[in-house]
Nanobody, 120 residues
């Protein structure tokens, strides 16, 4: 069974920085596209940033230039460096990954979410 475990959320002042981590564990053959989503209260879940196993990245317009997604393929871990944080970045952040597990099946997995609160 594959699990995604996020860490690194918390409370930060506007203009501050946080780094989120998401580690995939279990029987993993290959991890393909990994991504971060977020969901603010009363809003729909939205894509924040994604990264392929080759390193190609894409970002939501609202975070372009402030957030950086990266990954460590050897550790099946994806990171999200968040700089110049704004109150509107407050949300629960979720890790998402397409992973081929030991069964050979490619499946999509979600983490449990980590709260990021930007407030003075």
């Amino acid at each position: 069974q594959v699990q995604l475990v996020e860490s690194g959320g918390g409370l930060v002042q506007p203009g501050g920085s946080l780094r989120l981590s998401c580690a995939a564990s279990g029987s993993i053959l290959s991890a393909y596209t990994m991504a971060w989503y977020r969901q603010a209260p009363g809003k729909r879940r939205e894509l924040v940033a994604g990264i392929t196993n080759g390193g190609s990245t894409n970002y939501a317009d609202s975070v372009e230039g402030r957030f950086t997604i990266s990954r460590d393929n050897a550790r099946n871990t994806v990171y999200l460096q968040m700089n110049s944080l704004k109150p509107e970045d407050t949300a629960v952040y979720y890790c998402n990954a397409n992973i081929k597990g030991g069964s050979g099946l490619l499946r999509n997995y979600w983490g449990q979410g980590t709260q990021v609160t930007v407030s003075s």
